[in-house]
């Protein structure tokens, strides 16, 4: 030790200028150090992974939200069917747009899978699945029921019977309103509507009559049909 220093001090190598000491790196410190590098190139390469298990099946349902013609909305709701790995996710994206379609999610997913002639989308996830539910057999038949809102507010239960056929788990008229605004547009809607709101009064049908023109009005809004509105109708 020279005289006069203390521990602490820079020491003079005789061979050469003056050269500071520098702290070593505590083990703690590298082992902290190297799982950070570690975790950092894990996330960098988990992240492409997770990019590829997107499907497109909730960006597809969005775009249908958006769509302004029945035509493509249709169109991207038969692509999401195949986009969508169940019908639970399927549906689950739909509920995120209240109106999207003009009844129940489910039911529009069976009666779409019925009908829909592109095998790509009756066999897909969503189709799939709702074939293999309703093959399933019952211990004991299930009595269908529509509940449906009159043109004045009231709600009323329809079944099926001689006079009112069903389509799935829907009255026929029900389906053949949305048919209709995929086939016909605006005016085919507002016609079925002014049909089925001119029997509202009738003693026999007057209620079930009622349910239908409010769906068609409901059909007519979604679609957005410019109609005046019908008034308020009661059943005489």
């Known amino acids: 030790m020279l005289h006069g220093c ?3 001090c820079t020491t003079v190598r005789h061979d050469g200028p003056r050269v500071a000491s520098r702290p070593l790196l505590s083990r703690p410190t590298l082992l902290v150090a190297f799982a950070a590098a570690l975790l950092t190139l894990a996330t960098a390469a988990c992240s ?3 990019e590829t298990t997107d499907t497109g099946c909730a960006s597809t349902v969005h775009d249908a939200s958006l769509a302004v013609e029945v035509t493509d909305q249709v169109r991207l709701l038969d692509m999401a069917m195949v986009r969508c790995r169940s019908v639970q996710e399927l549906t689950a994206e739909m509920g995120k747009y209240p109106g999207i379609v003009g009844y129940d999610l489910n039911t529009f997913v069976e009666l779409r899978c019925a009908r829909v002639a592109d ?7 969503a189709c799939l ?7 399933v057999p019952t211990a004991a038949p299930v ?3 529509f509940v449906g809102e009159t043109l004045d507010g009231r709600r009323i239960e329809i079944r099926p019977d001689a006079d009112t056929v069903f389509v799935g788990d829907v009255p026929q008229v029900v389906q053949q309103t949305v048919d209709i605004a995929i086939e016909a547009g605006c005016d085919g809607v507002i016609a079925q509507r002014d049909l089925w709101a001119s029997r509202a009064n009738d003693a026999v049908i007057g209620d079930e009559a009622s349910v239908y023109a409010h ?11 410019e109609s005046p509105p019908l008034p308020t109708v009661a059943p005489g």
Do not use: F, G, K
Not at 129 to 135: E, F
Not at 215 to 225: E, L
């Open 143 to 145: 009595e269908l029921v």
């Open 48 to 50: 492409p992974n997770e």
């Open 129 to 135: 699945s709702v074939t293999a539910t309703t093959a």
């Open 6 to 8: 203390s521990p602490r």
């Open 119 to 125: 095998e790509s989308v009756r066999t897909s996830p």
């Open 215 to 225: 769906h068609a009005q409901n059909v007519a809004n979604y679609i957005d049909c």
